[in-house]
Structures are given as C-alpha cells and as structure tokens.
C-alpha cells in the first residue's frame, strides 16, 4: 500500500525552528516528485514547492521562496519541510502529497497525500 | 495566465445533483484534477484528467472541461459528499501545480 505518513503536531514559539517530515513507503521513493501544501486555518490549499527525490531538484511557489525549506533524505524515504525562523502567520495544516504515475509517465496530481501535519505558533 | 477560480459555496438537497465550477481562461485545453477533503481529512482525489475516476469513487461523480469551465458534477448527492472540493491544473511555465479556492459542498 503506497503511504505517506508525517510527523506529529507541533507547538512552537516566534523566531524558533522547525523541521516535519513525510516518510513514504509501499513505492519507489526516488521517482516520484513530492509537493508540500499549506492549508491554513479555513482556508485553502496552497501550493509551496515540490522535490524529485532522486536528484533533490526543487521548485518553490514564489510566495514560498526563501521562507521555508524543502529537502530529502531518500536513503530513508523521508521528505522534509523546515523553516528557520517561524512566525504566527505560520499556523497551519501542512500536508505532503505525491505526484503519482499515469500510464508510466508522471501525472500531473497528487496521489496520495499525508494525514497532515498541524503546527501551532503562538507566544 | 493558470489562476483559476471556483465558487466559495454550493449547496443541494439530497438526492439532488451538485456542479461546481472551476473557471479559468482556456482551461479546457488543459487537463484538470479534483479533490475532496472531508472535515478534518486530507484531500482525496476524485477525478483526474478532467473526467477519470480512481477506483472506489462512484460514478456519482464525473466532470466535464470545455471552453473556460471545468464542472464536477455530483448526481444523487448524499450526506457524505458533504467536503471541501479543490480543483486543480499543472502551470507549465512554472512547472507547479495550481489549486482553485475550493468550493464548500454543503447538503442541506
């Protein structure tokens, strides 16, 4: 069963940081891209980058660049989201999600996705 | 441009039949996803390529993409359609995925 299982809540401070993982398994890790997706409090989902395993290429949406990171570790097929400093505005629901396969060539959805993980920062 | 825009809500009686709209300029040309998330779930997809249903969705649900307007259509709406329903495209200039707002799917 191809699964995406990610880190439990966090609770954080202002200015501290953070690093929450998604570890997939059930299929080949390093030849599906992983997308990180933001869903803040009632709203939507929104796209904040996406990572091919196998090489580490990346690509952030603009609104994301330069404001968290995105990593791998595929010897243990294992994505990461960190940020260096959080900020409040930083509440939220971050869910991974894998862009899957059709017909042998990447598909251009995500499937599946993680539970989510909620991290929470508050003074 | 990839922005593509969706009502915040729709609502139906049981038994009644629900669309929801994705809009966007020429999105029929491109190929267009849904999603549902449930109260406290994560997103699911349940059509992609703008009318394929993964297996276990029923076929309840089927879309359609043409001109400026991607519907998803939902035929003998039950309770447990009641979700959150996210289209979504691929931006080939930027090489990202797009989401729409998300519309509330809400059955009276």
């Known amino acids: 069963e191809v699964q995406l299982v990610q880190s439990g809540p966090e609770v954080k401070k202002p200015g501290e940081s953070l690093k929450i993982f998604c570890k997939a398994s059930?299929?080949?890790?390093?030849?599906?891209?992983i997308g990180w997706v933001r869903q803040m409090p009632g709203k939507g989902l929104e796209l904040m980058g996406i990572?091919?395993?196998?090489?580490?290429?990346?690509r952030y949406s603009p609104s994301f660049q330069g404001q968290v990171t995105i990593s791998v570790d595929k010897s243990i097929n294992t994505a990461y989201l960190q940020w260096s400093s959080l900020k409040a505005s930083d509440t939220a629901i971050y869910y991974c999600?894998?862009?899957?396969?059709?017909?042998?060539?990447?598909?251009?959805?995500?499937?599946?996705w993680g539970q989510g993980t909620l991290v929470t920062v508050s003074s | 441009s990839s922005a593509v825009t969706q009502p915040p809500s729709v609502s139906v009686a049981p038994g009644q039949t629900a669309s929801i709209t994705c809009g966007g300029v020429?999105?029929?040309?491109?190929?267009v996803h849904w999603y549902q998330q449930r109260p406290g779930q994560a997103p699911v997809v349940v059509l992609y390529?703008?009318?394929d249903r993964p297996s276990g969705v029923p076929e309840r649900f089927f879309g359609t993409n043409s001109g400026n307007t991607a519907t998803l259509t939902i035929t003998r709406v039950e309770a447990g359609d009641e979700a959150d329903y996210y289209c979504q495209l691929w931006d080939f200039t930027s090489d990202l995925p797009v989401f729409g707002g998300g519309t509330k799917l809400t059955v009276l």
């Open positions: 990572i091919y395993p196998d090489d580490s290429d990346t």
């Open positions: 059930g299929y080949s890790f390093s030849r599906h891209w």
């Open positions: 999600a894998r862009r899957t396969f059709i017909r042998g060539v990447t598909a251009n959805w995500f499937d599946p």
């Open positions: 020429n999105i029929g040309v491109r190929n």
């Open positions: 390529e703008d009318f």
